[in-house]
């Protein structure tokens, strides 16, 4: 029974169009059922209806079934002709039969019904105007009959060896147009009721084929992936753009596990049960394999499809490739992370800056009166070594004020080319190493100086001690014994290397301390370098400065900082210092202070604090220079108006009126060839740069040491303008 309706299924299935070319497949699938039942029906209908023709003498019936049956049998097995010329020729054939019935039997036999179904097949095969043409051929075959009846014509027939009609033996012709008006009523009726039928569905499917277009079009070419898949995660359909992002081929992934792209198939699990119970996901993350095996994160958005009876049946969605999006979000967290760090630091930096400057104009006191006072007494006086305790700790205090104005940024004075490995090596022998070495006697320092290029450009007093508070540090870190690494190594970036700070391609040298201590949280990773942060207990380990002049210094001389460290695991800290094509130039810094007299030259001092200008007076004049002093910038206008000066000490920063660029630029106005020290309680800044720019020979920060002044001094006055 089966292979009986293959082979029928076979027989009766276009072999030029397919079910996509919507109507005409189907009016074709039509004409070769209605073929091949004419051709086993109609043998078995055509036998006898043949045999009784002959036996009655009518021979044109006869010829005419054999005829028919044979044009069905070639329409039949000829499929190569043209679907128009068949469904024409079944057509024909149906108006045809019909009218040889009613010739042959009488207007009331089988003839009509045959004339009945020629409009409907028309109209089945070949559409709405074609049916209509059919109904206009059926009316006017029926007022054709009809004026036979009328005009009694029928026995024309008769000579053709047809029996008489059987008509209607009152009103005959009256009783024919009733039962033509009832039969064109129906015919109408049933054929509009067909084509209506077969033009709505033709109108459907030419609607179903342009959305199905449109639908591939867009399934197609999709930016996303559109996904089905059953419950246990078989891939039922996949859009192309699969490709673009996994390298897999929609033919590699459909019918296969998700768990060939799943990096977790347990998340999957999750997933499902959140979609059985709420029937939909929203923004879903998940990580994925492509074809190379290299994570993509996606973002899905899923909906769960069940069946008539509400049981779950498949899953459809979308995803989205959001890796790159992913790491722009954590790229733009980290900048903002940097971006408040700086601003935090800045700020912290402009009060450190504050403190500093205000702290500078107390210690000048202590810093140089005891120098001064020392200078005037005997070796073994009761008084010198007190003197010499005020002193030493003024400048130890000073050193608190370096560090401040380091983490400022204002601490680095110049930037000269410096060898950090030579740098690094003073260090190792110095007191301040030693003692790190003596409160911790059981830490070893291993090094490995090995840069080749060890020459940049900075400062190498600031340099040095950002070294030892990175030992410091690194001592500290470890509560046992264990071994602090200190190295330097070049190294040319030539992309962008990610860290603590992103630092830029170039070539650089890195200076690199290493231990073996307690690690650093990653909770305290954001906030190591901030001022007064730490672990430990204050008060024991310095000023709790020590990281953040690190910080600072490093900010000071253009170069990056990258902390890896692991809680429990160490922690390593890589400096990048820029390296410089410049060499060392060699010089000797030793002076006496007997070469540093002067011959009574006159020097004006401008501060707008009356200590700072008493203490420069008293050095200048100890020196042998003679000192003038005045208390703002107008002031000093003022005097050199009327007064010479051999040179001016000009304090940078001077409230309220005018500061010492913009008092030293009105003095070049009508001195154009005026001497000047600038004096600053900070580090060289933009004002002084300008300041130098414009004629001043000579820096000096606060606070004042008798040495310090005179070499300035000595140097601006020998300067040649």
Request: aromatic fraction near 8%; glycine fraction near 6%.
């Amino acid at each position: 029974m089966n292979k009986m309706k293959i082979l029928i299924s076979t027989l009766t299935t276009p072999g030029k169009t397919t079910p996509k070319n919507g109507i005409q497949f189907w009016q074709e699938k039509v004409l070769l059922n209605l073929l091949l039942t004419c051709v086993v029906l109609g043998f078995i209908t055509c036998v006898p209806s043949v045999a009784l023709s002959i036996r009655e003498g009518i021979w044109l019936v006869a010829v005419a079934d054999v005829l028919i049956f044979c044009i069905i049998l070639a329409l039949f097995l000829k499929p190569g002709l043209s679907y128009t010329v068949r469904a024409m020729s079944v057509s024909i054939i149906s108006y045809f039969l019909g009218m040889i019935l009613i010739i042959t039997l009488g207007p009331f036999g089988a003839g009509p019904v045959w004339l009945f179904f020629f409009p409907i097949l028309t109209g089945v095969l070949l559409g709405s105007k074609p049916a209509s043409r059919a109904l206009v051929i059926n009316a006017i075959t029926l007022v054709g009959i009809g004026v036979l009846i009328q005009f009694n014509l029928t026995d024309i027939l008769t000579r053709f060896n047809f029996k008489v009609w059987y008509l209607a033996t009152e009103n005959p012709l009256e009783k024919w147009v009733v039962v033509c008006f009832n039969f064109m009523l129906l015919n109408i009726l049933a054929t509009l009721s067909v084509t209506s039928i077969l033009n709505g569905l033709h109108k459907s499917l030419q609607e179903l084929a342009i959305s199905d277009r449109k639908h591939r079009q867009i399934f197609e070419n999709i930016l996303d992936v559109y996904f089905e898949t059953s419950l246990d995660g078989i891939i039922l359909e996949i859009s192309p753009s699969v490709a673009k992002f996994f390298s897999y081929s929609q033919k590699e992934l459909k019918g296969q596990s998700l768990n060939t792209i799943y990096q977790n198939p347990e998340k999957r699990k999750k997933m499902l049960e959140q979609l059985i119970s709420t029937g939909h996901l929203q923004d879903y993350e998940i990580c994925l394999f492509d074809k190379t095996r290299q994570i993509l994160t996606c973002s899905v958005n899923a909906r769960l499809l069940r069946d008539k009876n509400n049981n779950p049946e498949r899953i459809i969605g979308i995803f989205r490739d959001i890796t790159e999006q992913k790491a722009m979000g954590i790229k733009k967290k980290e900048l903002e992370e940097r971006l408040n760090r700086s601003k935090k630091m800045e700020a912290l930096g402009l009060l450190a800056g504050g403190v500093a400057h205000d702290l500078n104009n107390v210690l000048s006191g202590i810093v140089t009166y005891p120098e001064l006072l020392l200078m005037d007494l005997e070796p073994n006086s009761p008084m010198a070594k007190s003197l010499g305790i005020i002193h030493d700790s003024g400048l130890r205090a000073t050193e608190i004020v370096q560090d401040l104005l380091t983490l400022a940024r204002r601490g680095v004075i110049t930037r000269e080319v410096v060898d950090l490995n030579k740098i690094t090596e003073e260090f190792l022998r110095t007191p301040e190493y030693e003692k790190i070495l003596a409160f911790h006697p059981h830490l070893m320092v291993k090094k490995n100086i090995s840069a080749t290029v060890p020459f940049i450009k900075g400062s190498a007093i600031h340099l040095q001690k950002t070294i030892m508070n990175l030992i410091a540090n690194a001592a500290e870190a470890m509560i046992d014994s264990g071994t602090i690494q200190i190295s330097t190594v070049n190294r040319c970036l030539d992309k962008p290397v990610k860290g603590y700070d992103q630092v830029r391609p170039g070539n650089y040298i890195i200076l690199s301390v290493e231990d073996q201590g307690m690690g650093i949280d990653p909770d305290d990773m954001k906030r190591i370098f901030e001022p007064f942060f730490t672990k430990k207990v204050m008060g024991r380990s310095g000023t709790g400065l020590g990281m953040s002049v690190v910080w600072g210094t490093v900010q000071d001389h253009g170069a990056y900082i990258d902390v890896i460290s692991h809680p429990d695991s160490g922690a390593r800290f890589d400096l990048y210092f820029p390296v410089t094509d410049d060499r060392i130039e060699h010089t000797s810094n030793l002076i006496h202070l007997d070469n540093l007299v002067g011959s009574k030259e006159k020097i004006l001092i401008v501060d707008d604090v009356p200590e700072q200008r008493q203490i420069a007076k008293i050095l200048l004049e100890r020196l042998g220079y003679e000192a003038v002093s005045v208390a703002s910038g107008e002031a000093a206008v003022e005097y050199l108006k009327s007064n010479d000066a051999d040179l001016l000490l000009l304090d940078m920063i001077m409230d309220p009126g005018i500061d010492g660029l913009e008092t030293f630029r009105q003095i070049r106005q009508f001195k154009p060839d005026q001497k000047a020290i600038i004096a600053s309680g900070f580090s060289q800044s933009q004002q002084v740069k300008k300041t130098l720019d414009l004629g001043a020979g000579q820096y000096i920060k606060k606070p004042y040491t008798i040495e310090k002044i005179g070499i300035v001094v000595q140097k601006e006055l020998s300067r040649i303008v």
